[in-house]
């Protein structure tokens, strides 16, 4: 089923200290893109995770998504 709305995105340092948020709309299926207001600088070699949040409670997958490394 295709979640639709006003998202929330945030982006984390590994440690647990949100780095920035923005909200995006969407009533389509497939990736979105969220831009924070302010860039965030990152560095290479670092992790960092990404959320969202949906005003459903909805999310998004891909079966085996995680079988193989993502880099992005």
């Known amino acids: 089923a295709t979640v639709s709305g006003t998202f929330t995105g ?28 302010t860039p965030v600088t990152v560095t290479a070699g670092t992790s ?3 959320s969202y949040s949906t005003p459903g409670g ?8 995680l079988a193989t490394a993502r880099t992005s």
């Open 48 to 50: 960092y995770v990404a």
């Open 10 to 37: 945030s982006l984390w340092s590994i440690t647990g200290t949100q780095l920035a948020t923005g909200t995006f709309t969407t009533s389509a299926e497939g990736w979105q893109e969220l831009r924070f207001t």
């Open 58 to 65: 909805g999310y998004a997958f891909e079966l085996g998504g």
